[in-house]
């Protein structure tokens, strides 16, 4: 899964981007117009848990990949212009993380004079609705030529859709917003439109003004939050402070500046909320793995995800929840017992924090 952190200038983009990552740039690389891209590891306490319990020979955590995508210029008539940098780059994006500031800092005045999140994140929609409208007309008028010419079916489903995904753009709507049906998703997503994708909008907040924070979060959930968007605060000078130090220190330091909780395990959560992800296990004195799959999987498809083999080879699935494994005692005959231990199928919806053997031919 790709997230990638965009926003206007001097938002505090790359500086979320080194907190979260704990990779320090230095002050050249983030004034090039390249992306910086990393990956980062799901902290998962239960997987932890798991690891001291297997002692395997390796531990490996579910992974997100993180870009820091630059480009965005003003134009002539002094509105914002994406790159081409960047549109490449957030086209590829699953999800996307708006930066949004609102820290004071006189050595780097907001570009607009002020500080008003919601008018920030009102610009940057627009700028996405516009380049998603010239995609899809462009389109349109394609299709509307070929279709004066020759009858064609695909063109002809795809008329409705794109008209309908007109008028909500012309209406100022993102597509992330509107209700599509799973087909619909499916067609437009060769367009690789912007604002189709889930968007976390994160507030980069001074951390002297906590209060103020969550009553931001909360209006701007009021306005924007709905399907597919959500907000959340950080601090992002405490947080690239933080991402320095080691991992003891560094909860001393969040006590006392009275925050609860890491950009990083912010981002996490609510990516995983967003995106509808789950985690499941593998357990082994080889290996302990967490893999990622999206809310919903069967217990089949989640097997594809260890080996695309597994999917046709797929015969049953060993399954015991996490909860019930460790209440056991970290016993698979206990929970067994208890019947908490099953012999799954194909259909079975996997749950967040499965613990699962896959059994194949
Ligand atoms: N006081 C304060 N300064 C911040 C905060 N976040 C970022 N800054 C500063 O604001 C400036 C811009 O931050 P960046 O993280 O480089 O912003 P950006 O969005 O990546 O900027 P561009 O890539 O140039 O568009 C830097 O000098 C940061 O040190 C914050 O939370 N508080
Ligand atoms: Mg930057």
């Known amino acids: 899964m790709q997230i990638g952190i965009v926003g206007l200038p001097f938002s505090g983009k790359s500086t979320l981007f080194q907190a979260i990552t704990r990779i320090h740039l230095d002050p050249s690389s983030l004034k090039k117009a390249e992306p910086h891209l990393a990956t980062i590891k799901v902290p ?14 390796k531990t490996t955590q579910a992974m997100i990949e993180l870009i ?4 965005l210029k003003k134009g002539e008539s002094g509105s914002t212009q994406f790159t081409t940098n960047f549109l490449t780059s957030v086209k590829m994006n ?82 992330r917003e509107v209700d599509l049906t799973k087909e619909e998703i499916l067609l437009l997503r060769t367009y690789q439109l912007l604002t189709i994708k889930p968007m976390l909008i994160a507030l980069n907040c001074d951390e002297t003004g906590q209060k103020a924070a969550e009553d931001l979060v909360s209006r701007v959930n009021e306005s924007k939050g709905g399907k597919n968007t959500r907000a959340v605060s950080f601090f992002g000078k405490i947080d690239l402070e933080m991402s320095e130090l080691p991992d003891d220190e560094a909860s001393a330091f969040m006590a006392e500046y009275g925050i609860h909780e ?59 929840h996490y909860d019930h494994f460790m209440a056991h005692g970290g016993s698979f005959s206990k929970a067994k017992e208890a019947g908490q231990w099953r012999l799954e199928g194909k259909e079975y919806a996997v749950k967040d924090g499965d613990i699962m053997s896959i059994r194949h031919s």
């Open 44 to 57: 998962d306490a239960r997987l932890d848990t798991l690891s001291t319990l297997f002692k395997p020979q």
């Open 68 to 71: 820091d995508v630059v480009g």
């Open 94 to 175: 699953d999800a996307l993380v708006q930066v949004v500031r609102q820290f004071t800092n006189d050595a780097v005045p907001h570009p607009e004079g002020s500080l008003d999140a919601i008018r920030d994140i009102a610009t940057f929609e627009t700028e996405f609705i516009i380049s998603d409208m010239g995609i899809i007309e462009t389109r349109l008028e394609r299709i509307k030529k070929q279709l004066q010419r020759s009858q064609d079916d695909t063109m002809k489903r795809e008329l409705p859709i794109l008209e309908k995904c007109n008028q909500f753009l012309q209406a100022e709507k993102p597509l």
């Open 262 to 320: 890491s950009a990083l395990a912010t981002l996490i959560r609510e990516a995983y909320a967003l995106l509808g992800l789950q985690s499941f296990f593998t357990v082994g004195e080889d290996e302990c793995r967490a893999w990622t799959i999206r809310r919903g999987m069967t217990a089949q498809e989640a097997a594809g995800v260890i080996h695309s083999d597994f999917v046709n080879k797929f015969i049953r699935a060993e399954v015991v």
